[in-house]
């Protein structure tokens, strides 16, 4: 079992700020594809951005390229997503994902989810 645990979230103004972290606990997080998707209302969960476990590599939807950043701390088996120059079409609930894979890209690749946290951006 990983167990995860999102933080960070919040309200902030288009253009601004925020960084998500994801606390991950239970087996080596080292050896799961880690990633972030989001669920904005009456839309289907996407794929925002994901971390490599065996090559550090990441990976990001066409939407967030250029604007948000995923990393990871084996050594503190944290997660994070930066996200810079934020539009309010990035308003969703962000969720922290693992899976056995060494990339994951798809929910069918998740088998482990976080919580959530809410991310609001305002005109």
């Known amino acids: 079992q990983v167990q995860l645990v999102e933080s960070g979230g919040g309200l902030v103004q288009a253009g601004g700020s925020l960084r998500l972290s994801c606390a991950a606990s239970?087996?080596?997080?080292?050896?799961?594809?880690m990633g972030w998707f989001r669920q904005a209302p009456g839309k289907e969960r996407e794929f925002v951005a994901s971390?490599?476990?065996?090559?550090?590599?990441?990976y990001y939807a066409a939407s967030v390229k250029g604007r948000f950043t995923i990393s990871r701390d084996n050594a503190k088996n944290t997660l994070y997503l930066q996200m810079n120059s934020l539009k309010p079409e990035d308003t969703a609930v962000y969720f922290c994902a693992a899976g056995p894979k060494a990339v994951i890209f798809t929910t069918t690749d998740v088998h482990y989810w976080g919580q959530g946290t809410q991310v609001t951006v305002s005109s």
């Open positions: 971390a490599s476990w065996s090559s550090g590599r990441t």
């Open positions: 239970g087996r080596t997080f080292s050896n799961y594809g």
